[in-house]
């Protein structure tokens, strides 16, 4: 059965297509379409569009099926063609014609655009509680090895003296960035946009303002037709966030990669944390950090596949935006689990202490040399000039007895200034908010 099913039949191979994958991935986003429906329907008892008894039964239904939903117990029958339909039907074989009555004054485009946004909005809260504990452990582990040093590197060469510490909180910093972004994308997803139906609205006396409170939004979608514009433009914007978190995992995934090479020796995880070769016994991999790698760059072709579905379509509702679940629902398990396994793994890595006294890295202290002969008066050009004299002439000899002192250098991490700037920007969140809209919604 079909909510919009007419005399004749549709095709089955027609059928089968444009379903898709909807009866599968539907049940990612079934919980967040209860929630939607029990606030749609105080809304519809408010206006007089439900009776008081009808309001009842369909409010215990509906929280029957979202817990058969978080017990694992509910199905999308074979033939149905999504979670809306799923639940319409349910409720109709329970409850007669006051189940038919759910549907009154919405769509399902208004529809699964709210159960989008609740369930991204639901994803980005536990992605910023897995960004945080990894901050949390990098800028732990900058703390730890701030006075272990490394060289730093330009062109892939040996450039000048950083520190573990610099390394780490590097890391940390670029989390922040990434916070303020998942930020920006989490405002604009968290407007309303049920009640704006097909995208043109519904001349019964609905209440938009009062399923925005109930539901825990902080705005309208208030233009009924860039309600269901922002479909695809939301999941993309959402993307676009995802993806900067994705970058910095991986250039994380890859800097391990590379010192955990025999040729830099610079970190090591323990040996259960790597895999090894079916012909070479000595092989530990660090498959982890490939994976990570691997996993994120995929994700950050996200924001342009939506681009790509998305970027010729006039206003209105179109097919093609089904597609964009299909991408857009799994990235965000796929995000969380490559953060928590970078901060396991984080967590476990230890630093080689000595990597600075190899004889190799003597040149990165030259611009240092340079830096103490400007310090006593010279030009700096002409200290550069005899500084690699002496290195071309073999007479440059090394004091690795350097002080760093400005905001951001070796010997001044500011990780302080880097945790409030974390913090502060994990305060504008307005998760307890919501939280607590949802929380009363589903009390019985």
């Not at 206006?47 to 999308?76: R, T």
């Not at 994308?185 to 309303?192: E, F, G, H, L, R």
């Not at 093609?320 to 928590?340: N, V």
């Amino acid at each position: 059965m079909k909510l919009w099913q007419k005399e004749k039949g549709l095709n089955k191979a027609i059928e089968k297509f444009t379903i898709g994958k909807d009866s599968e991935l539907d049940l990612l986003i079934a919980e967040y379409d209860v929630i939607g429906s029990l606030a749609h329907i105080k809304m519809l008892e408010s206006v007089g569009l439900l009776s008081k008894k009808d309001l009842a039964l369909l409010n215990g239904e509906l929280l029957k099926i979202h817990s058969e939903i978080k017990n694992g117990k509910f199905k999308i029958a074979d033939g149905v063609e999504d979670i809306h339909s799923q639940i319409e039907i349910l409720l109709t074989k329970k409850l007669g014609d006051t189940g038919k009555k759910i549907h009154t004054a919405r769509s399902r485009n208004d529809q699964v655009l709210v159960d989008l946004r609740l369930f991204a909005r639901n994803e980005i809260k536990e992605i910023v509680e897995l960004t945080k504990k990894l901050f949390t452990s990098l800028v732990n582990q900058s703390e730890k090895n701030k006075n272990v040093f490394i060289p730093g590197y330009t062109h892939f060469q040996a450039a000048m003296p950083s520190s573990f510490g610099l390394w780490f909180g590097a890391y940390a910093e670029s989390l922040v960035d990434d916070m303020i972004l998942i930020n920006a994308a989490y405002k604009i997803n968290n407007q309303n946009p049920l009640g704006s139906a097909a995208g043109y609205g519904s001349s019964l006396p609905i209440n938009r303002q009062m399923t925005t409170d109930l539901l825990g939004f902080d705005s309208l979608n208030y233009n009924s037709v860039y309600a269901q514009m922002s479909r695809g433009k939301v999941e993309k914007i959402i993307a676009f966030a995802i993806s900067s978190v994705a970058a910095t995992l991986s250039k994380l995934a890859m800097d391990a990669c590379l010192f955990m090479n025999q040729n830099f020796g610079f970190v090591s995880i323990p040996d259960e944390y790597t895999t090894g070769s079916s012909i070479m016994p000595h092989k530990k991999n660090p498959d982890v950090f490939e994976l990570i790698r691997a996993k994120c760059n995929k994700l950050q072709s996200l924001p342009n596949d939506i681009l790509l579905m998305t970027s010729n379509l006039p206003s209105g509702y179109h097919r093609d935006f089904q597609l964009i679940k299909e991408i857009f629902l799994p990235a965000f398990s796929e995000i969380k689990s490559c953060l928590l396994m970078t901060d396991f793994v984080m967590n476990k890595i230890t630093v080689n202490k000595n990597i600075i006294n190899d004889k190799k890295y003597d040149f990165i202290y030259s611009v240092e040399e340079v830096n103490r002969k400007v310090a006593k008066g010279k030009p700096f050009r002409e200290a550069y000039v005899e500084v690699t004299k002496l290195i071309s002439d073999g007479k440059f000899r090394p004091d690795k007895k350097i002080k760093h002192i400005h905001e951001g250098s070796i010997g001044n991490l500011c990780n302080a200034q880097i945790k409030q700037k974390m913090q502060k920007t994990i305060t504008t969140f307005s998760f307890d908010k919501t939280d607590n809209a949802i929380k009363k919604l589903l009390k019985k």
